[in-house]
Nanobody
Framework: EVQLVESGGGLVQPGGSLRLSCAAS????????MTWVRQAPGKGLEWVST????????TYEDSVKGRFTISRDDAKKTLYLQMNSLKPEDTAVYYC?????????WGQGTQVTVSS
């Protein structure tokens, strides 16, 4: 059974940091591009960042460039998203996804709330 389990979300003040984790099982994690996607209240899904298989290439949505860092540990089958300088507009449910040409596998999401 394929599972992606996110953790690390929570309430943080503007300017703060959080590190999200996504633990994978049931598929060959190392062979997959992995992505973080978020959904803000009342809005649609928004792509945040993608990392290739092997971790040598990363891409980011413009609003998070320079603040967020995606990484992976294939030995631990875990995807990460380090989020710094958080802003209220980063408030959303964050999902990790295993990618084919489109997302194939989805986690259940973790809530990130940025508020004073």
């Amino acid at each position: 059974e394929v599972q992606l389990v996110e953790s690390g979300g929570g309430l943080v003040q503007p300017g703060g940091s959080l590190r999200l984790s996504c633990a994978a099982s049931g598929f060959t994690f190392s062979r997959f591009f992995m992505t973080w996607v978020r959904q803000a209240p009342g809005k649609g899904l928004e792509w945040v960042s993608t990392i290739n298989a092997g971790g040598g290439s990363t891409t980011y949505e413009d609003s998070v460039k320079g603040r967020f860092t995606i990484s992976r540990d294939d030995a631990k089958k875990t995807l990460y998203l380090q989020m710094n300088s958080l802003k209220p507009e980063d408030t959303a449910v964050y999902y990790c996804a295993g990618m084919g040409t489109t997302p194939i596998y989805w986690g259940q999401g973790t809530q990130v709330t940025v508020s004073s």
